[in-house]
T-cell receptor, first 115, second 111 residues
Framework: DADVTQTPRNRITKTGKRIMLECSQT?????MYWYRQDPGLGLRLIYY???????NKGEISDGYSVSRQAQAKFSLSLESAIPNQTALYFC??????????????FGPGTRLTVL | DQQVKQNSPSLSVQEGRISILNCDYT??????FLWYKKYPAEGPTFLIS?????DKNEDGRFTVFLNKSAKHLSLHIVPSQPGDSAVYFC??????????FGKGTRLHILP
């Protein structure tokens, strides 16, 4: 079984609809992240959470919100989807422990299309 | 303001030759550097990393070189194999901080 899972894997929705992307992990990591990938723009950080009570905005948080329901679950919401939010979305986890360095583990991605 | 730059969107290399992927960074606080590999329809996977106290780290066919004075790192793959065709992301972080990714370089290994 995959350590980091994302649901749904593919989603087509219409402009103005609310949509939630979910991420679950079995790695026991405290840190979780949401990224989006667009052609030519690489991975851009939307939100991140270093523990259950910690939520931080990334570089492109406008139009998105998140909820950290538990250590293992981190969901991303688009309150009113718009076409330029069409992208590939990745969830990631990490747990540097006592180390100052960190390595992230990614889910398989959710392809979202907003018509 | 892009802190991690991969200036080559794509690179084609003959099978069996050396692939060299380059990355530049601007933040002098970065002290940990990583390379991720991504196949289509999959999430990125960690490939190799290097701490700023080193200038080279090797893992099998993959070697990462770090030049701190030039704020430059490179990933060498030798020999290149067909399965190495993928998008490679360079990433960097400062102590206790989040990781910043570059835009990626698509590597094509030619038969």
């Amino acid at each position: 079984d995959a350590d980091v899972t994302q649901t749904p894997r593919n989603r087509i929705t219409k402009t103005g609809k609310r949509i939630m992307l979910e991420c679950s992990q079995t790695k026991g990591h405290d840190r979780m992240y949401w990224y989006r990938q667009d052609p030519g723009l690489g991975l851009r950080l939307i939100y991140y959470s270093f523990d259950v009570k910690d939520i931080n905005k990334g570089e492109i948080s406008d139009g998105y919100s998140v909820s950290r329901q538990a250590q293992a679950k981190f969901s991303l919401s688009l309150e009113s989807a718009i076409p330029n939010q069409t992208a590939l979305y990745f969830c990631a986890t990490s747990d540097p422990g006592t180390a100052s360095t960190d390595t992230q583990y990614f889910g398989p991605g959710t392809r979202l299309t907003v018509l | 303001d892009q802190q991690v730059k991969q200036n080559s969107p794509s690179l084609s290399v003959q099978e069996g030759r050396i692939s060299i992927l380059n990355c530049d960074y601007t933040n002098s606080m970065f002290d940990y550097f990583l390379w991720y590999k991504k196949y289509p329809a999959e999430g990125p996977t960690f490939l190799i990393s290097i701490s700023s106290i080193k200038d080279k780290n090797e893992d099998g066919r993959f070697t990462v070189f770090l030049n701190k004075s030039a704020k430059h790192l490179s990933l060498h793959i030798v020999p290149s194999q067909p399965g190495d065709s993928a998008v490679y992301f360079c990433a960097a972080s400062a102590t206790w901080d989040k990781i910043i990714f570059g835009k990626g370089t698509r590597l094509h290994i030619l038969p």
